[in-house]
């Protein structure tokens, strides 16, 4: 089985947002990037079937040289093999188009992506990328089995979870559940150092259509200030009169 891992580069949560050019632009300096974490999860769980299946696993990332060390450390995880798409990452749209293309000419039975990134939350990626490739997709994916190219998987739906069934070739939008957090893996220093020696191979982008644009950034308004209350009377009073929430 030939796994593909779609694998965003994104801001570590703790980093400091700002933006440049009227708001316009995010500013990535002082910025650490990391592994999407809905895409760590799906990598987590690729490692297992190859571990346990022999599957072999393959990473996607759409960006220029700036997001190859995130791409090393998944290599360093345990992926096999890269490809680096030569162009920034515009909007979902251009985005799955270039991954449409390293999918079909790498002949995958299996898709994972992340059911959204934590940077623009677009998640329209893994569903773009299943209509263009013409592949099964099964989003918000918490658990999925393999066997042949039968495939059982669960997803979260609003209120509860649904099991189902498909086959491969499948697209994958994953999340947490897919594996838990404590199954996450840090790479090691024999990981890292035989990552420098695996392929990432760096694909000169096909022309793409760009279907959004971002116009503007509005960073959310700063909190209020903090009152504490010395009594239960003046908190009951505050919660009545003031923030009126009873």
């Known amino acids: 089985m030939k796994i593909l891992v779609c694998i965003s580069n994104v801001p570590d949560t703790t980093s400091k947002i700002n933006f440049t050019d009227g708001d316009t632009k995010f500013d990535t300096n002082g910025v650490q990037f990391v592994i999407n974490p809905n895409d760590e999860f799906g990598l987590t769980r690729a490692m297992w079937f190859k571990e346990k299946q022999g599957a072999s696993v393959h990473i996607a990332t759409v960006g220029g040289p700036s997001v190859e060390p995130t791409m090393r450390k998944a290599l360093a995880i345990g992926a096999d093999e890269a490809f680096r798409i030569n162009t920034e990452p515009t909007d979902g749209f251009s985005v799955a188009q270039q991954l449409a293309e390293v999918v079909k000419n790498g002949g995958y039975d299996l898709v994972i992506g992340g059911r959204e990134s934590i940077d623009y939350n677009g998640g329209m990626v893994p569903g773009i990328l299943a209509s263009l490739t013409n592949m099964n997709f099964i989003n918000s ?10 495939v059982t998987a669960v997803r979260e739906i609003d209120g509860g979870k649904e099991k189902l069934t498909s086959s491969l070739p499948l697209v994958v939008g994953g999340q947490k559940g897919l594996v838990e957090e404590s199954d996450l893996r840090i790479p090691n220093m024999r990981g890292i150092m035989m990552a420098r020696k695996k392929s990432l191979t760096v694909v000169e982008p096909v022309d793409a259509l760009k279907a959004t644009e971002d116009k503007k950034f509005d960073k959310p308004a700063p909190k209020g200030q903090v009152k504490l209350a010395d009594s ?12 009126k929430v009873i």
């Open 141 to 150: 994916c918490i658990s999925l089995e393999i066997d042949g190219d039968n």
């Open 232 to 243: 239960v009377d003046q908190l009951v009073d505050l919660l009545h009169n003031e923030a």
